[in-house]
C-alpha cells in the first residue's frame, strides 16, 4: 500500500509538503513555509511539523520540488538542519535552493542534485519520479509523475494552463495526455483559485497592459511585484528596454532573485539596462523605472518605507507613477490599502489591480482544472494546496468531470491516505 500523508499545505496557503511512503521508503514533495497571522504575535515565519521525517529518518530517500516559491521551498534550511537528505530541483528553483543554503551555512553539506524538465529520478527501489514541463509564475516549474508499485500518482504543483507563456514553453499536454492513457491512480491538484469560474488570463496579457502605461508617460515609473514572479520582471524589463529607461532595483529577496535570474539566463536584457540606485540622481524621471518588493505592504518591506517616508534612498513624489502589480493575498488586504492611501496622500499616482489588469494569477481556474481532470482521468482525486472552502470547490468541479465522489479524498495536515490499485 501507498501512503499518502499531507505535513502542511491543506486547509491553509503555503507550507507545502507531503510525504509519498511505500513499504520502508519515502520520499518528501516540496517544503514550503508560510507567514504569520495576525495574532502570531513576534512570530516571523512558519515552518511545518517534520517530527514524522525525523523519526524516520533512515527511510527517506529524497525531497522533490516542484517550483521556486517560498511557500514551497523556504522551510528547506530548517528541515536540513534536522534532516540531511538529498534534493532533486530544475535549475532555476536549486539557483534559489542554494541562495538560502548560502544564508544558512548549508550549501558544502547538502546533496543537490539538478534537474531537467522531461527528465525521470528513480529514487530508492519503489519510487520513480517523472518531472512534466507545467506553467506557474516563475519559470521552471514542473508537475510530478510518480510512480509505485500501487500505481501512478500525478502531483501537479502550483499551476495555471498557459498557451502563450513569456518564455514560450508550453505546458506538456502531450505527456500528461499519455500517464492518462497507462493510467493514473490519483491525481493531486492544485486549489487556490477552485472557486473562480472561467480561465485565468495569460501571463503575457499584463505586458501590454505595461507598455500602454509607460507609452507617453513622463514620471518616474516605480512597480511593485513577487521578487519571485520572474516572468513578470521579465515583462517590466521588456517595457523598459522598449521605452528607454534605465532600471534599479530595491529590496533584498528582489535583488536576491533578480541576480540569481540573470546569472542563470531566464532574465533576457542589454548589459547596461540595470543601474546602481544611488545614480539615479543623475538621470531624469522619463528615464527610470524602479522594481521594488513589497506588494503585499509586509511592514519592513521596500514599498511600504517608500509609503512612509522612511526609505533611504528612494523618496516618493508627485512625478511618480506606481503600479502594484499584485493582489493582496487575503489576510494582507489592510496593509496593502493603507499603503496606496499613503502613496497618493504624498500626491503619486498609483495604479493597482482594480484599476487596470496589472496582475494576474499563477494558479488555474475551473475550466483550466478541468482540462486536467480530462487528459488525466484519474481513478481517486485529493483536491491539495487551498483552504478549505478551496478544496470543497475543487472537488465538486471533479465531480462534475465525473469522478465519483466516494473517489474524492479531503485530507487535513498530518492524516494518513493508504491506497492501492482498488481502494
Known sequence: KLKIIPLGGLHEIGKNITVFEYENEIIVVDCGLSFPEDDMLGIDLV????????????????????????????????LLKKINVPIYATK??????????????????????????????????????????????IPDSVMLGITTPAGTILHTGDFKVDFTPID???????????????????????????????????????????????????KRIVVATFASNVHRVQQIVSSAVKYHRKIAVCGRSMINILTTAKELGYI???????????????YNDEQLVIITTGSQGETMSALTRMAAGDHRKVKITPNDLVIISAN????NEKSVSKVIDDLMQIGAEVVYSALADVHVSGHACQEEQKLIFALTKPKFFIPVHGEYRQLIAHSETAQSMGIDKDNIFMLTNGRVLEMNEDE
Not at 546533496?111 to 518531472?131: D, R
Not at 500517464?179 to 486549489?191: C, F, H, K, N, R
Not at 533576457?268 to 543623475?282: G, W
Not at 493582496?328 to 489576510?331: A, H
Open 47 to 78: 515552518i511545518p511539523d517534520i517530527t514524522y521525517l525525523e523519526k524516520n529518518v533512515d527511510k527517506i530517500k529524497g525531497l522533490v520540488i516542484t517550483h521556486g516559491h517560498e511557500d514551497h521551498i523556504g522551510s528547506i534550511p530548517y
Open 92 to 137: 532555476l528553483t536549486v539557483g534559489l535552493i542554494k541562495n538560502k543554503l548560502e544564508e544558512h551555512k548549508l550549501l558544502r553539506t547538502t546533496e543537490l542534485h539538478e534537474v531537467t524538465q522531461g527528465e525521470t529520478v528513480k529514487l530508492g527501489k519503489n519510487f520513480k519520479v517523472e518531472f512534466i514541463r507545467s506553467s506557474h509564475s
Open 168 to 218: 514560450g514553453k508550453i505546458m506538456d499536454f502531450g505527456r500528461i495526455a499519455e500517464l492518462g492513457e497507462q493510467g493514473i491512480l490519483a491525481l493531486m491538484s492544485d486549489s487556490p483559485n477552485s472557486e473562480r469560474k472561467g480561465f485565468t488570463m495569460s501571463e503575457s496579457s499584463v505586458g501590454e497592459v505595461f507598455d500602454k502605461l509607460f507609452l507617453h508617460c513622463t
Open 268 to 282: 533576457e536584457c542589454p548589459d547596461d539596462i540595470f543601474i546602481d540606485i544611488d545614480t539615479m540622481s543623475t
Open 328 to 331: 493582496p493575498i487575503p489576510g
